[in-house]
């Protein structure tokens, strides 16, 4: 398996968090599992981590790369580009 961490700064939360439960069916078309985990930083709650889990690493690249999830970001009102890695589950 395949993990995403995707690490953002919004300028709203429940703003965000509305377009990203809206693409959930988007991230199942794109490879991800349906897997995703969500965290706010304790000293800024519009700085949110999102771990998503995938199939495969071909598939984040693809869905990193994706006009359709930087025209999200921009709904979303995430400020810059989030920063990403991806990690596998095998050590």
């Avoid at 965290?39 to 693809?62: L, Q």
Wanted: aromatic share 8%; hydrophobic share 35%.
């Amino acid at each position: 398996m395949i993990y995403s961490i995707h690490r953002q700064t919004v300028t709203d939360y429940e703003k965000w968090r509305l377009v990203f439960d809206e693409g959930e069916a988007y991230r199942k078309a794109s490879g991800a599992t349906g897997v995703s985990q969500v965290y706010r930083d304790v000293d800024d709650p519009n700085t949110i981590t999102v771990v998503t889990e995938w199939n495969d690493a071909e598939s984040v690249r693809k869905y990193m790369d994706d006009p359709v999830l930087r025209a999200n970001l921009q709904k979303a009102g995430v400020i810059g580009m989030p920063t990403v890695r991806a990690i596998s589950s095998r050590a």
